[in-house]
T-cell receptor, first 113, second 113 residues
Framework: NAGVTQTPKFQVLKTGQSMTLQCAQDMNHNSMYWYRQDPGMGLRLIYYSASEGTTDKGEVPNGYNVSRLNKREFSLRLESAAPSQTSVYFC????????????FGQGTRLTVV | GDSVTQMEGPVTLSEEAFLTINCTYTATGYPSLFWYVQYPGEGLQLLLKATKADDKGSNKGFEATYRKETTSFHLEKGSVQVSDSAVYFCALTIHFGNEKLTFGTGTRLTIIP
């Protein structure tokens, strides 16, 4: 059971470099999310996609872009990485119906130096 | 806006002790409430949930009751084990059709033998 798969698991970037975090789910879920996890801050929503073809900003969208490529895939792009974007990034998906749970990937640990 | 306030950590207990982790919320609508658990090096996974007032969610010996009158969803376990050591997150969703989760800051629990 693959569930939610994120790549890469670890990444080190230099300030100003760009990269794309990939996420795919095999549960036929409508909704997908990108969160970042920082010590003492819990998880904060960056962007979400309620359905294929739609994306919306979350709590901390600045410095990021997203693409909902199809129902399975939801990528997160950092155009010009900054040290403040050092974090652990989690992708999640859910059916998008009231009361349903979200399923999370294993996370990507990103360090920007 | 919507928010979740969790008991400050870290929490350290001896094996077989009683556990309570407090969680209170504010919500703009009628929330569903969740507890997620994150084991070291892993993503989050659902521990339990409750979708309406007075519902009790339970799993693996953990319980939490949805208390609308006190806007709380406290996590309890009668006898903790070393394997319960993890970070616990309280979260809510409001039904706006996208089910994005709002998380608390997390509580790190360590159980010592």
């Amino acid at each position: 059971n693959a569930g939610v798969t994120q790549t890469p698991k670890f990444q080190v970037l230099k300030t100003g470099q760009s990269m794309t975090l990939q996420c795919a789910q095999d549960m036929n879920h409508n909704s997908m999310y990108w969160y970042r996890q920082d010590p003492g801050m819990g998880l904060r929503l960056i962007y979400y996609s309620a359905s294929e073809g739609t994306t919306d900003k979350g709590e901390v969208p600045n410095g990021y872009n997203v693409s909902r490529l199809n129902k399975r895939e939801f990528s997160l792009r950092l155009e010009s990485a900054a040290p403040s974007q050092t974090s652990v990034y989690f992708c999640a998906s859910s059916e998008g119906r009231w009361g349903t749970e979200a399923f999370f990937g294993q996370g990507t640990r990103l360090t920007v130096v | 806006g919507d928010s979740v306030t969790q008991m400050e950590g870290p929490v350290t207990l001896s094996e077989e002790a009683f556990l309570t982790i407090n969680c209170t919320y504010t919500a703009t609508g009628y929330p569903s409430l969740f507890w997620y658990v994150q084991y070291p090096g892993e993503g989050l996974q659902l521990l339990l949930k409750a979708t309406k007032a007075d519902d009790k969610g339970s799993n693996k010996g953990f319980e939490a009751t949805y208390r609308k009158e006190t806007t709380s969803f406290h996590l309890e376990k009668g006898s903790v084990q070393v394997s319960d050591s993890a970070v616990y997150f309280c979260a809510l969703t409001i039904h706006f059709g996208n089910e994005k989760l709002t998380f608390g800051t997390g509580t790190r629990l360590t159980i010592i033998p």
